[in-house]
């Protein structure tokens, strides 16, 4: 990794988020929409973000306190000398105030300032307090090396924005390590989690947390999905990091709803839910995660309008971003011996497969939103279903596992080299390895599976493993007890560390401090490790 001027970059920083925060808070704490007083000048009080960044391009995000043009102007140098202006959308209520600039022709593996203006639409020249952050494009130069994080399950299990515990502080800790971008591995949000105020320890004590009104139930209205995107930005430490570290965003259940699955009916029981479609749940809280997430699919007039996706990190690395939720088949015992649509859906398989045979990067990240051989059960509509993929029988592949085991085959045979699955959703962090000699499927080579999470959620015991793909966990740290709080330990994420030298890939799995607790270092160059 180059040495980079990190306090010329860490001082532009903690100029712009005191900025912004003293923008924001207390006033939007607890605000529904923005205010609609048009006196003064538009307001970027949520901060700034950056997404999908590659080697020439990237996205940068920026929301709104009322309408407003976003105008972003980018530099080589923090004091903005020779700025390059970008002309962005105009930001209004159809996109709850938000939008995203796309970036082209940036210099590959530079730093890169930029600051977000925003402009009234009825006069140019009345423009708010600019936001600034910074971002490093994708290096060309394989010797520059990688670095990125990963993690996911943010505010589960109705554990909040904790003022007493300083909020998201794991938000700090993984700023600190200067990455070069952060996968964010599904649960961004939990649509289906109330947060209130207050919850009472197993110590006896008070667990507080900061609410707003969306957050006082669950999500259903295209209003409360918004909220519960803006709740997790009340956090300063997020918005810091949003300001600092690109992200690269999946998801999976929570930004809808529990466990759910394409065309299920929320059973009456159920009484939380006035709306019992789970697929116009699934349209409400897809197009707020478009809103308030730079995805270069997503955005206004991308062409696919879907979550799966490559980003292109250079020579050393592609990352695969998956999505595991939108094309599945229903939840079910998951023992069926003729599975078409899987998990994955039949055109996703192919994209990945297409996509893996393309890739001429020295590694392949599949950035999975479910883990492969964890027991996930799903027992929401009172049956013994499968939510994820293995289903815990140990013999031949059944179910979703088939579609896992054509695509493990095909990375076989086309001597696919470098390829490493990370994902979160389990609440706990650990690491496995697939081996066929351990296995019941065996035409595959050996690869590694990296859990990590959550960020702020509840914490769970490790999962029971599934021996069709012969995995062995080599580590896990995980509590005894069910929904340990943020209070009591256990949130993780994960670093890989690209050397550009050697080619090695670093994994390492870190606690919320960003104490590193396993490293498990891979060698370049092979089908199997």
């Known amino acids: 990794m180059s040495p980079l001027p990190l306090p010329g970059r860490r001082s532009v920083l903690r100029g712009s988020l005191a900025a912004s925060a003293a923008l924001t808070l207390p006033a939007a704490i607890g605000a529904a929409a923005?205010?609609?007083?048009?006196?003064?000048?538009?307001?970027?009080?949520?901060?700034?973000?950056?997404?999908?960044?590659?080697?020439?391009?990237?996205?940068?995000?920026?929301?709104?306190?009322?309408?407003?043009?976003?105008v972003v102007e980018t530099s080589a140098?923090?004091?903005?000398?020779?700025?390059?202006?970008?002309?962005?959308?105009?930001?209004?209520?159809?996109?709850?105030?938000?939008?995203?600039?796309?970036?082209?022709?940036?210099?590959?593996?530079?730093?890169?300032?930029?600051?977000?203006?925003?402009?009234?639409?009825?006069d140019p020249r009345?423009?708010?307090?600019?936001?600034?952050?910074?971002?490093?494009?994708?290096?060309?130069?394989?010797?520059?090396?990688?670095?990125?994080?990963?993690?996911?399950?943010?505010?589960?299990?109705?554990?909040?924005?904790?003022?007493?515990?300083?909020?998201?502080?794991?938000?700090?800790?993984?700023?600190?390590?200067?990455?070069?971008?952060?996968?964010?591995?599904?649960?961004?949000?939990?649509?289906?989690?109330p947060i209130a105020a207050t919850a009472v320890l197993p110590d006896g004590s008070t667990w507080r947390n900061i609410t707003t009104e969306e957050k006082a139930k669950v999500a259903e209205t295209l209003a409360e999905f918004r909220g519960n995107f803006r709740y997790n930005l009340l956090d300063e430490n997020l918005r810091r990091f949003n300001a600092q570290v690109p992200s690269i965003i999946q998801w999976d259940d929570h930004e809808v709803r529990n466990n759910w699955y394409p065309g299920q009916t929320i059973l009456d029981s159920d009484t939380r839910y006035t709306e019992k479609s789970?697929?116009?749940?699934?349209?409400?809280?897809?197009?707020?995660?478009?809103?308030?997430?730079?995805?270069?699919?997503?955005?206004?007039?991308?062409?696919?309008?879907r979550v799966y996706r490559v980003l292109h990190q250079g020579p050393l690395l592609d990352v695969f971003v998956l999505d595991m939720r939108t094309y599945r088949n229903a939840n079910s015992p998951d023992d069926q011996t003729v599975d078409p649509q899987g998990i994955l859906g039949a055109?996703?398989?192919?994209?990945?497969?297409?996509?893996?045979?393309?890739?001429?990067?020295?590694?392949?990240?599949?950035?999975?939103?479910?883990p492969l051989g964890l027991v996930v059960p799903d027992a929401t509509e009172g049956k013994a279903n499968i939510e994820a993929v293995a289903q815990g029988d140990p013999g031949a592949p059944l179910g979703r596992e088939l579609q896992i085991a054509e695509l493990l085959r095909y990375v076989k045979h086309r001597r696919i080299t470098g390829?490493?699955?990370?994902?979160?959703?389990?609440?706990?962090?650990?690491?496995?390895?697939?081996?066929?000699?351990?296995?019941?499927?065996?035409?595959?080579?050996?690869?590694?599976?990296?859990?990590?999470?959550?960020?702020?959620?509840?914490?769970?015991?490790?999962?029971?493993?599934?021996?069709t793909f012969g995995p062995e966990r080599v580590f896990v740290k995980a509590p005894e007890a069910a929904n340990v709080s943020p209070a009591g330990g256990y949130q993780f994420f994960g670093e890989v560390d690209i050397d550009g030298h050697s080619g090695e890939l670093t994994v390492r799995l870190r606690e919320q401090d960003g104490t590193v607790l396993f490293t498990k270092v891979l060698q370049p160059g092979r089908v199997g490790q």
């Open 278 to 305: 789970v697929d116009t749940l699934v349209g409400r809280a897809r197009r707020a995660f478009s809103e308030y997430f730079p995805i270069s699919t997503l955005r206004p007039g991308a062409r696919d309008g």
């Open 126 to 193: 009345r423009t708010g307090e600019p936001v600034t952050g910074t971002f490093r494009t994708a290096s060309a130069r394989r010797r520059d090396g990688v670095r990125f994080l990963w993690s996911g399950d943010l505010a589960g299990q109705g554990w909040g924005i904790n003022p007493d515990l300083g909020g998201y502080r794991i938000y700090d800790a993984m700023g600190k390590l200067d990455p070069d971008f952060f996968i964010c591995s599904g649960d961004n949000i939990y649509a289906d989690g």
């Open 419 to 467: 390829t490493v699955w990370l994902t979160a959703d389990v609440h706990h962090t650990s690491a496995q390895h697939y081996q066929p000699s351990r296995a019941a499927f065996t035409d595959f080579e050996p690869f590694w599976e990296f859990v990590s999470g959550p960020l702020n959620a509840g914490a769970f015991p490790a999962s029971a493993l599934d021996g």
């Open 347 to 370: 055109e996703q398989l192919e994209w990945l497969k297409r996509e893996l045979s393309r890739s001429r990067a020295v590694w392949k990240v599949i950035a999975a939103d479910m």
């Open 77 to 122: 140098t923090e004091s903005f000398r020779n700025a390059r202006r970008w002309h962005g959308p105009l930001l209004g209520a159809d996109s709850d105030f938000t939008g995203t600039t796309r970036l082209r022709g940036l210099p590959s593996g530079e730093q890169i300032h930029y600051r977000v203006l925003l402009a009234d639409p009825d």
């Open 34 to 70: 923005p205010a609609f007083a048009l006196s003064g000048r538009p307001k970027a009080g949520w901060g700034v973000q950056t997404g999908d960044v590659t080697a020439d391009s990237g996205l940068v995000w920026v929301r709104s306190d009322r309408p407003a043009r976003m």
